[in-house]
């Protein structure tokens, strides 16, 4: 086997996918240097794979930094991966089953990158209702949907939000927020109250892999005025009927994912 040939192709698609990779595994964007350092390249090398990865949208500057991170045609290549993992038809069973137990709009959201995705619905039987659009990217650091996923991740996602978050708002109370995201780990769901969509209430709980990933989020959302304060005992109850919709898409997944 001649030293441009390998187990896996050649050296040098070898090398283009390991970097890749490298981005999908990293909780913070990546420099040349320790690209080359943990994959044990050169720089010279590294640049040239990197100038490649962001022709093709794969990967993407940092502004402001010499790194870069997952670009949108990296989310996209997330996204048909999903598909193929056929999530859908897992979770469409137990949407509809939530969209008739809570006869609200129920969505199912999935992680792509630092980000979060719709990616189905099952619409309310009631006249006045909430209806999502699927495909748009959304970010973490705000709505039920998204802060439970983020309430899951590494730190620096969670970093990444509050900056976000600070930078709209140098007062933000971080700390309340942040408190916030610890109440989500303790109940197992989050609500929102007409937060990221004037007049929209959503009750929100992950669902997570075999090996306690987060993969994404299930929903139920309505208008705000059938809602009230998080004391409810009918609110209380639907919370209970998403998180258990949540365990038994994870519990449906996990043959799929092992």
Do not use: C
Not at 155 to 160: E, S
């Amino acid at each position: 086997m001649s030293e441009r040939e390998t187990l896996g192709g050649t050296e040098a698609a070898d090398r283009v996918a390991d970097v890749l990779l490298l981005f999908g595994r990293s909780d913070e964007p990546l420099g040349v240097s320790r690209i080359a350092r943990e994959l044990d390249l050169s720089k010279a090398v590294v640049h040239r794979i990197l100038r490649s990865l962001a022709s093709r949208s794969l990967i993407q500057p940092v502004p402001g930094r010499a790194a870069h991170v997952l670009g949108p045609a990296a989310a996209g290549l997330a996204i048909r991966a999903w598909s193929q993992l056929d999530v859908r038809s897992v979770a469409a069973p137990v949407l509809r089953t939530l969209r008739d137990r809570t006869r609200e709009t129920t969505t199912l959201s999935i992680l792509v990158g630092d980000q979060r995705v719709y990616l189905d619905q099952f619409e309310s039987p009631q006249e006045v209702k909430m209806v999502v659009e699927i495909g748009p990217r959304f970010p973490l650091h705000s709505g039920a949907s998204s802060r439970v996923i983020l309430a899951h991740l590494p730190q620096p996602f969670i970093d990444q939000a509050v900056a976000e978050l600070r930078a709209r708002d140098a007062s933000y109370d971080v700390a309340g927020y942040l408190a916030g995201l610890e109440r989500i780990r303790n109940d197992g769901f989050g609500i929102s109250l007409n937060e990221r969509s004037t007049g929209a209430a959503s009750i929100a709980a992950p669902f997570f892999d075999a090996a306690g990933n987060v993969l994404g989020s299930v929903s139920a959302s309505g208008p705000i005025f059938r809602y009230s304060d998080e004391s409810d005992e009918e609110q209380r109850a639907q919370a209970r009927l998403v998180v258990e919709a949540a365990h038994e898409i994870t519990d449906r997944l996990r043959p799929a994912v092992d």
